[in-house]
């Protein structure tokens, strides 16, 4: 089957899945994961690959989950009972988007093969987590990496910052979501190295190649080593307690307030409100919503408003 929103090649010892939406910044959405997923077992399976390189085209890695779905999309890569990659269940509860995301990420980190993020450009909310699940991270030292919905929409769908950063930075991340370079984030121990945008590429490329000198089964044996002491010391446990408080986050009372403003004034109009008094991201090029009220304030907006976090 053939793949509409990713890129799939091999080159020696090398698999590249590189995510192809690059008119809308490559937003995360359940076709482009499905394939992703797909993509990633199909070099799992493929004996002569050993590292896979998981990067994207365009001016950014990925601005996140999509918000403007399309929902007459059909897709062979997402599950008939869900309409969402095929994770085991077919979350059928009231919020249960990030335990969902959460165990499709598993898959990347089960996967029997090392995955190396090749970051450039924006690189916010679901792709941090996209990324955060990959075994190492090489950026581009003017990327910008940042979580913003934690300003209005909810708490962090995958908490990961806990474990990849120092502890009063990954608090920063997670209460502000403000974006750090790709040099920042790197200096901080969430990316194994930070390079110029033009000599990224060549660089995560040769990294990867080295990588490829070790054999299959001794790669698988190494990734998993390090996979369980992570489990023994509670990742998994901490991540999935994390979707259940971005659930909560959900049923606050402010918590209708963006997607009240999403469906009166539109998805550009909200993210301006959300991002305004910050001055970043939809709010970087004009001064609207710099001094707005905050959130919940109005009156109009119900908690059940509040479905617009991916």
Sequence with gaps: ????????????????VTL???????????ALRGE???AMRRAEADR???????RANGRAFSAGYDLAPNVDEQSDFVSDHSGMPDTGSTHPQHYDW????????????ELAKPVIAQIHGWCLAGGTELTSMCDMRIVAEDARIGYPPVRAMGTMD????PWFLPPVKAREFAYTGDWFTGAEMAQYGWANYALPKEDLAEFTEKFARRLGHIDNDQLNYN???VNRQYEIMGIRTGLMSGTDVEAMSKHRPAAGEFGRRVREEGLKAALEWRDGPFGDFRAEYQDKHRNRELAGASKSAKPGDSDYSR
Aim: net charge neutral; hydrophobic share 45%.
């Design 1 to 16: 089957m053939a793949y509409n929103n990713i890129e799939y090649e091999t080159d020696d010892r090398i698999a590249f």
């Design 20 to 30: 192809n939406r690059p008119e809308k910044l490559n937003p995360l959405s359940h």
């Design 36 to 38: 992703v997923y797909d």
């Design 48 to 54: 002569s690959v050993g590292v896979i390189i998981l």
């Design 98 to 109: 990030s335990r969902h995301a959460l165990m499709g990420h598993w898959l990347i980190w």
């Design 158 to 161: 995958m908490m990961w910052a």
């Design 223 to 225: 990734k998993r080593a």
